[in-house]
């Protein structure tokens, strides 16, 4: 059974373009999150999808970030315009369920540089 | 509010001797504690989960941890340190609520091992 998959595993775009980063969770999942580790920083929650709904996105930085599950499938966060702030890695991560027992699976993460 | 703390930001151990990493909560209510190990450029993997439970917790690789509330600690630990457990150790609580998937990090401790 595949894990979560993340694409781009790299990308390196100059401070004001947009990138987009897409997560495939693991299949029948329906809980979708997003992290990210920006440079020197700990490891944050940016939000949770379940299937097409964002369930919360209280940690999402500003409106320069925007998330979407259409179809409660795989998940988009694109960043437009980028900043240098944003350098870091952006985690997706699934779950099954949402209850305390379940196990929340990360993927390998999106390398972001912006220079 | 719910928190952990990884006083050590990076340990280091020869092989064949034991593995200690410290990390201590805070929380209002009984937590959902994990540990994750992150390995050179790949993804975030679990490697135990106390959910109230049993509070001595078996991961993978031979890693194992302790909740102890009287201490508010979950520290990991591993008998003997190889090579190949060289990584980043994170020590997670998951924050309740709405959003069970809003997992709160530790700094993180990076566990070098020496031959």
């Known amino acids: 059974e595949a894990g979560v998959t993340q694409f781009p595993s790299h990308s390196v775009i100059e401070k004001g373009q947009t990138v987009t980063l897409r997560c495939d969770p693991i299949?029948?999942?329906?809980?979708l999150y997003w992290y990210r580790r920006v440079m020197g920083k700990e490891i944050k929650f940016l939000l949770h999808f379940v299937k097409e709904s964002k369930q919360d996105e209280s940690g999402m930085p500003n409106n320069r970030f925007l998330a979407e599950r259409t179809g409660g499938t795989y998940s988009t966060l694109k960043v437009q315009p980028a900043e240098l702030e944003d350098s870091g890695v952006y985690f997706c991560?699934?779950?099954?369920?949402?209850?305390?027992?379940?196990?929340?699976?990360f993927g390998e993460g999106s390398w972001l540089t912006v220079v | 509010a719910q928190s952990v703390t990884q006083l050590d930001s990076h340990v280091s151990v020869s092989e064949g001797t034991p593995v200690l990493l410290s990390c201590n909560y805070s929380s209002s209510y009984s937590p959902s504690l994990f540990w994750y190990v992150q390995h050179p450029n790949k993804g975030l993997q679990l490697l135990l989960k106390y959910t109230s439970a049993a509070t001595l917790v078996k991961g993978i690789n031979g890693f194992e941890a302790e909740f102890k509330k009287s201490e508010t600690s979950f520290h990991l630990t591993k008998p003997s340190a190889h090579m190949s457990d060289a990584a980043e150790y994170f020590c997670v609580v998951r924050k309740g609520g709405g959003s069970q998937g809003n997992l709160i990090f530790g700094k993180g401790t990076k566990l070098s091992v020496k031959p």
């Open positions: 991560a699934s779950s099954q369920g949402q209850g305390r027992r379940n196990t929340i699976y």
């Open positions: 299949s029948g999942h329906d809980n």
